[in-house]
């Protein structure tokens, strides 16, 4: 009879079935792939479970870990025995240990050695403070640790992974708290991140010396020896590896595939460096990250390497090191006073270390006290790294259970404490006051010689020709206030973003964003917005907002109070298709313009882009629009006028301004609707319409012979909408979000998207004929009326299905 799986010396792969009396618990790949989904499903219920507390999901993967150790639920040795039985922990950490290599591929694409380079005095003597003191303390530690819980371990190595463990700061992590607490563009974020990166590097490079004297009991000569040979690695490395990949980066165009083989032999390279700095004795984990770090970062090649490794390896096979290192965890070796006073002791020291360091040296270059506080919570961050250096120290019998268990804890904590005490110390000033910030209209500057701001919002390059085309035909000719333009990209923090794309698109915050390399495939772009920069009375200033969807309005809000906006642009949450209608581009959009017209510090205009004209930049000598205001009443109809009479300063605009009057002589009849409106509120709308009517003329009807002015007198909704189809041929209309007036209310239905207006919906209606973009202009008030704040609550109907 053949031998039970029991008394098998090695598991085998597959079973024959549970019909065939085979338990597939018995079997090596059965039996991973239940611990596999018994990890993602427990990581995924922790890290939703831990969302409130905005923790970063390396937080909920530790405690994952543990929690299926022996610690918690291995605390009942048939269901240890049976999950996870000894002799399947070969296959386990096997795996883990694969998808490590690959995400400290990613750790070290995050990894800019030209912008290392570049680091600031500041930044580099924060890294230095925040790494000396620490490992100092790490030492003093260590020694009473020998003392005491440790004693009988090789004590050279032992210190150096202490000091290690205490110096560390997880840069992938901290990237991560950084964009959830919107911090990554500010000066305390970018200090950070430059701080976190030269620790990194020096950490990385303290652990291999750590692994290089942590060798067996044999000569000094073997770490020599290993050392030695690991800085030839590096050196070898560094000659060959961006010589290839920018051979490969050049082969690579912008908005191309990356070819498979490229790819292919990336990773090859990653598991041959890996086998490589393994025979060496330093870990395959060093090869990978070396890999990853000299690939060169221009390019669309290391952002294609991301988004084809990224989500299956830190997504499947990240999980699996976390637990991997939580059977090795017991918090129960921790026992007595001594122990939890131990545990205390490392806590303290780790936190003082890192904290104490970052802000005396914040407060030595004359950092205000909360900034430097709050530099000094975020560097306190620790993570995977933390935990590697951890496994690393405990499988070289460096560290034993008790020891290794107090500093799992101690990473545990000190990550999860990071969020909420940075969000408790430092609130980022807003400025400017509201006493500096006047304009926040485009009607009523009247001849300010103040700089005319404006934020231009936009999700990607398709919404960036008809944005350059409108901050054309903005700009006039008369007028002798400068047009400054913030353009803001708004990248969304989704649970996939890497920290390569957050951190690189931090850095460059403020920076030309259409600096694209030379082979890029967006020539017309970068032709047209270096055509503006050297415009002398445009001025553009990009930058960058990265947040989750539901809070992206804080950022555009944010971002016009501290650049003095006088309107906000937004691009419509639908797309042109080709044939003609509108399609969703994302529902979510639609609830950030939401919020900003509820929230905006601002006037704010939201653009439905039908190609306003065309798909690149025309030379103002080339410029031949028609735009059409759509005039019935109130505030944001007179907004929408001084847009029209900014633009009918330029020469190639041609304006038409058609107000809407109702017809003295139409009564309520049968078919007719009834309008109930206050008539005081009536008759001072009309004088203040009559008024902003009559400067207008004034200003511009004499004095350019493209602007128009009509007068249309309806009657009913049909004569209405008949008369506004007579404009369908426009390039663009600019109408008001919440029109009053008796006129309008012939308008007023049921409408799918409420927060447009009713003009503005008429426009987008598939019914409505045009090819216009339309720009719906919301006028800035301290308190939006309840009227229009109910059109913002409404969700509209959905009789207009995108077909």
């Known amino acids: 009879m053949a031998s039970t799986p029991d008394c098998a010396p090695l598991m085998k ?21 239940l611990q596999m989904c018994l990890v993602l499903i427990l990581t995924r219920v922790l890290a939703y479970l831990l969302k409130p507390l905005r923790q970063p999901r390396v937080v909920a993967e530790i405690v994952g870990g543990v929690l299926l150790g022996p610690s918690a639920l291995g605390r009942n040795k048939a269901y240890l025995h049976t999950v996870f039985p000894p002799r399947s922990l070969t296959v386990l950490d096997t795996l883990a240990n694969i998808g490590l290599l690959f995400f400290l591929f990613l750790v070290g694409l995050e990894l800019d050695l030209n912008s290392l380079r570049r680091t600031g005095k500041k930044a580099l003597s924060i890294a230095m403070a925040g790494i000396s003191l620490p490992f100092i303390l790490g030492i003093g530690v260590s020694f009473i640790l020998i003392g005491t819980i440790s004693g009988g371990v090789d004590e050279g190595p032992f210190i150096v992974f202490m000091g290690v463990a205490m110096s560390i700061t997880a840069f992938p992590v901290l990237a991560r708290i950084l964009a959830e607490l919107k911090l990554l563009t500010t000066d305390v974020g970018k200090m950070a991140m430059s701080a976190a990166a030269v620790n990194d590097v020096v950490a990385w490079i303290l652990l291999a010396l750590a692994v290089a004297l942590s060798g067996t009991g044999r000569s000094p000569l073997v770490a020599l020896w290993v050392f030695l040979c690991a800085s030839g ?30 790819v292919c032999v990336t990773l090859g390279g990653v598991l041959a460096a890996s086998f490589v700095t393994d025979t060496i004795g330093i870990h395959a984990l060093f090869g990978a990250f070396v890999v990853g770090v000299l690939i060169p970062k221009e390019g669309p090649f290391g952002g294609a390497l991301v988004e084809k490794v990224e989500d299956l390896v830190s997504g499947l096979f990240l999980p699996l090191y976390f637990v991997s290192s939580g059977l090795k965890t017991n918090v129960a070796s921790i026992k007595g006073a001594r122990s939890w006073g131990l545990l205390l002791l490392v806590i303290f020291t780790a936190c003082f270390g890192k904290i104490a360091g970052s802000v005396g040296v914040c407060l030595m270059w004359k950092m205000p006290f909360m900034e430097a506080l709050a530099i000094g919570l975020l560097m306190n961050t620790k993570g995977l790294v933390e935990i590697i250096v951890l496994n690393i120290g405990k499988d070289r019998g460096v560290l034993n259970d008790e020891t290794f268990a107090i500093l799992v804890l101690m990473a545990l904590l000190t990550t999860f404490i990071t969020t909420p005490l940075v969000v408790a110390v430092y609130k980022p000033a807003k400025t400017p006051s509201n006493s500096e910030y006047k304009h926040r209209t485009l009607d009523g500057r009247g001849s300010s010689t103040s700089p005319f701001r404006m934020l231009f919002c936009f999700h990607s390059v398709r919404n960036i020709p008809t944005m350059i085309n409108l901050i054309e035909v903005l700009r006039g000719t008369g007028k002798r206030e400068v047009l400054l333009v913030h353009a803001m990209h708004l990248m ?6 890497s920290a390569i794309l957050m951190v690189h698109k931090a850095r460059k915050n403020g920076l030309p964003f259409w600096k694209k390399d030379t082979n890029s495939g967006s020539d017309q772009i970068v032709v047209a917005f270096e055509a503006f920069q050297q415009l002398s009375r445009v001025a553009i200033w990009p930058t960058t907002a990265i947040s989750a969807v539901s809070s992206m309005h804080e950022d555009i809000c944010s971002g016009a109070e501290s650049n003095r906006a006088a309107m906000i642009i937004l691009p419509f949450h639908k797309h042109l298709r080709l044939d003609g209608q509108l399609e969703t581009t994302r529902a979510e959009y639609r609830h950030v313009n939401k919020k900003v017209l509820e929230y905006a510090p601002c006037s704010v205009g939201i653009l439905v882009d039908r190609g306003f004209g065309g798909t690149s930049h025309i030379a103002a000598s080339n410029v031949n629009s028609l735009v059409t205001v759509l005039f019935f009443g109130g505030q944001d109809d007179h907004e929408a006028l001084a847009y029209g009479a900014r633009m009918a300063e330029h020469p190639g605009i041609n304006l038409i301004v058609a107000r809407f009057l109702l017809n003295p002589s139409a009564t309520a009849t049968s078919g007719s609707i009834t309008i109930d409106i206050k008539e005081s509120n009536t008759i001072e709308t009309q004088t203040s319409d009559n008024d902003v009517i009559e400067e207008f003329k004034k200003k511009f009807l004499l ?16 004569e209405t909408e008949a008369m506004i189809r007579e404009y369908g041929r426009s390039n663009l209309f600019l109408v008001g979000r919440m029109p009053e007036g008796v006129v309008v209310e012939f308008l007023k239905k049921n409408s799918e998207c409420p927060e447009m207006g009713p003009v503005g919906n008429l426009l987008i209606s598939p019914s409505f004929t045009t090819a216009a973009s339309v ?24 009789d207009w299905v995108d077909s």
């Open 492 to 497: 969304e923090l989704s649970e996939r973003s």
């Open 703 to 718: 004095k350019y012979n493209t602007v128009k002015y009509e007068e249309r007198v309806v009657a009913d909704a049909s």
């Open 775 to 798: 720009l719906v202009v919301q006028q800035y008030h301290t308190q939006l009326s309840l009227h229009s704040l109910a059109s913002l609550r409404e969700d509209g109907t959905t």
């Open 233 to 262: 690695f590096v050196l070898l490395c560094s000659f060959l590896v961006p010589r290839v990949f920018n051979w490969m980066s050049q082969r690579c165009p912008n908005g191309e595939p990356v070819d498979e083989l490229y």
């Open 13 to 33: 792969a597959t079973s024959h079935g549970v019909f065939q009396g085979d338990s597939p618990l018995h079997y090596a790949l059965p039996l991973v792939i």
